[in-house]
């Protein structure tokens, strides 16, 4: 059962791989995919960036917008549970899990559903880049010595170049590489969500809508199963980058991931790239934070 104070992906994804298909089991399923699309598209930004000052913390972890949309999907399965005259065994554990979240009233206080869809939907031309970034360290798998060649500056630079060909907003590397640090640790999600065909942030507009994917999703233990062990091979390719959250897929099964050649636009990027750097690491630089320095107090006479 989840702590209804707190979100943590891996115990998301220990809930979602759970066989249970009971009507109360999915609805706490639905609510918890939800939450998991919140923390990747909205609560990567504005998180603290760098290593915890505590030995103990491995690193910094916002759940602002899970926590958020924990309690606005509750209160819409509840609703429409009522509605449609749904099996107590339903309403009851949906009724509990709203009052201790801050119940009906807590709703009343933040952001509403459609302001959440449309920063998912702003966000969604950063997180493009993300998707791409991971793809074009896939596809080198499949080049000869290519696993030299995936690197993450190596990739930042092939998209870089290929964005608007693929369709992305034209950005620079800067801004690239700074997408990257951003939704770094949801990075393998990000990048298996966005290979499921009927994922679309771009057009999430309607809540009504966007409830019925997560809990036909949900009710289709193939697809659960498709994108957590995606996201785990995903996980495995990253495994050296900075800030990958290993323990979230320590028991989920590994998804292979789509490995193909790159096509003819795609091969002169990639041989420009590598060849003028044939010998970069396979790791990113240290992070290092921007060191923010005290206001100078004004003199007052």
Known sequence: MADPKKFR????????????????DLALKTITLAELVAWCFLDQEGRKKGKPASPNKRRYIRTVAARRTRGIVSAMLFDRHISERGHLNVIRPLLGFIKLTGGLAALTNGRSTKSML???RKTDAQTRYVFEIVRYLVLCQAEPDGTRRATLDNAKKFVAELGPKLGLAPYGLSAISKFWETFAPAAPYIFSFYQEATFSPSSAKDPALVLNWLAAFVNSPDRVSRLLGRAASTLDLLGRSRGQRESDFANVGRHPLNVRPFNQIERAAYDRIVNADPSAPIYEPPYRPRMILPKKRKHVV
């Open 9 to 24: 992906p891996k115990v998301a994804v220990e809930i979602l791989t759970e066989k249970s298909s009971e009507p109360a």
């Open 118 to 120: 449309r920063a998912i």
